[in-house]
């Protein structure tokens, strides 16, 4: 069974601060994603990763994949209050064709202050 | 806005009753998923459908049953409520093949007194 784990599941960050959420899961796979949530809302895709040694960036963020090291890491550069939220990752079971059935992370409730 | 459409957004019934929530996939999206986010068990697979057929399981109780219909959009009906089938409930879809990315809906709120 695939299991998914991140860490820090909260974290408490100074704004400007730099700061990385590690997701680590237990067996093969080479689709990971990274979500995020704000209270109550839904969850919107932030990162597609689909092969070892993927690294994408958008703003103040950057998610790479390690498929040998079962790791995926986000990156959080300068943060600002805006990037408050909850960030999950989730990872696609290996095998067979339906590759939106996703095992979640706990979520990272991240909150950044001045 | 994800494009993807999800009806109630909130819903508050009793235990023992039977509630269907529906959701309407992006446009030209074939696949349709259904999550449960709750604060014991976080976001969890339920099911998927694809052009109508079921394409995978997860953990979906045998009380909740799903399908989707020719015009592509999904319902998922919950019966027999208790009071732990309160969650958020996500309708995602995504093109069938591609990266496997997911867009969600904004959910359907479940309360169950």
């Known amino acids: 069974e695939l299991k998914v784990e991140q860490n820090p599941l909260f974290l408490s960050m100074q704004e400007g601060k730099n700061y990385t959420i590690y997701c680590n899961y237990s067996?093969?796979?080479?689709?990971l994603y990274w979500y995020r949530q704000d209270p109550g809302k839904s969850l919107e895709s932030l990162f597609v990763?689909?092969?070892?040694?993927a690294v994408k960036q958008e703003g103040r963020l950057m998610a790479s994949l390690d498929t040998k090291a079962r790791l995926s890491t986000l990156h959080i550069t300068a943060a600002v209050h805006d990037l408050s939220a909850t960030y999950f990752c989730?990872?696609?079971?290996?095998?067979?064709?339906?590759?939106?059935?996703?095992?979640f992370g706990q979520g990272t409730i991240l909150t950044v202050h001045p | 806005d994800s494009g993807v459409t999800q009806t109630p957004k909130h819903l508050i019934t009793a235990t023992g009753q039977r509630v269907t929530l529906r959701c309407s996939p992006r446009?030209?999206?074939?696949?349709v998923y259904w999550y449960q986010q709750s604060l014991d068990q976080g976001l969890q697979f339920l099911i998927q459908?694809?052009?109508?057929?079921?394409?995978a399981k997860g953990n979906i109780l045998e009380r909740f049953s799903a399908q989707q219909f020719p015009d592509l959009h999904s319902e998922l009906n919950l019966s027999s409520l208790e009071l732990g089938d309160s969650a958020l409930y996500f309708c995602?879809?995504?093109?069938?093949?591609?990266?496997?990315?997911?867009?969600f809906g904004e959910g359907s709120r479940l309360t169950v007194l």
């Open positions: 995602a879809s995504s093109v069938f093949v591609a990266t496997g990315e997911l867009f």
């Open positions: 067996t093969t796979s080479d689709r």
């Open positions: 990763l689909l092969s070892n040694g």
């Open positions: 989730a990872v696609a079971n290996a095998g067979g064709t339906s590759y939106g059935k996703l095992t």
């Open positions: 446009s030209g999206d074939l696949s």
């Open positions: 459908y694809y052009n109508g057929e079921e394409r």
